[in-house]
């Protein structure tokens, strides 16, 4: 759980005995992600414009990604939790290479704040939807965009890939659900 104490706290969902308090954000942890299917690590996003990775065995911050120039509100690992995105109300996004904690890659292409990113299945993609009401597929290994995706007629509240990488889906403050072929966008 992440909260405005500027805590993250891990816990046991058996007996939901407390296992770890991960200290050391100086404002509101907002979001945060598991390296899914691994679990060993666990990244948080804070209005204080960093993310930071920790250890879920230890409790320990490994890494702190220090570049955004606003709050860090959304993130994803890629499958393989080599990289893991962040989404900043500054318009960008940004991959960092987990093991040298320091920036692959900047996002730009959004004119307003990022609200939602995610790795697609095989972690060469990643999807990014902002309030300029676009999302954007990119192209994660060099970091250029692939596909605009533009149609919605208000802020783009979330973005996901379906598990196969050929659809992905856009929901929007409009009151619709979009979805795409990534394929040809």
């Known amino acids: 759980t992440g909260s405005y104490d500027r805590t993250c706290k891990l816990w046991d969902t058996a007996t939901s005995n407390l296992i770890h308090s991960l200290e050391g954000h100086k404002n509101a942890v907002y979001c945060m992600a598991f390296n899914v299917p691994f679990g060993d690590k666990i990244c948080t996003g804070s209005f204080d414009h960093t993310a930071k990775i920790w250890s879920t065995i230890t409790g320990k911050e490994m890494a702190t990604f220090s570049g955004h120039t606003g709050e860090v509100v959304a993130i994803s690992f890629d499958p393989q939790g080599v990289l893991v995105g962040t989404g900043s109300m500054d318009c960008t996004a940004k991959l960092w290479d987990v093991e040298m904690g320091k920036v692959h890659s900047t996002l730009k292409g959004h ?29 994660a290994r060099i970091g250029e965009p692939v596909f605009r995706l533009e149609g919605h007629t208000e802020e783009i509240s ?23 072929d990534v394929r040809k966008g």
């Open 158 to 180: 979330s973005t996901l890939f379906e598990f196969t990488g050929e659809y992905c889906a856009t929901g929007s403050i409009d009151g619709t659900c979009k979805l795409w």
């Open 111 to 139: 004119e307003g704040e990022l609200v939602s990113l995610h790795f697609n299945a095989d972690g060469d993609m990643i999807l990014t939807g902002s309030f300029d009401k676009t999302a954007i597929i990119w192209d």
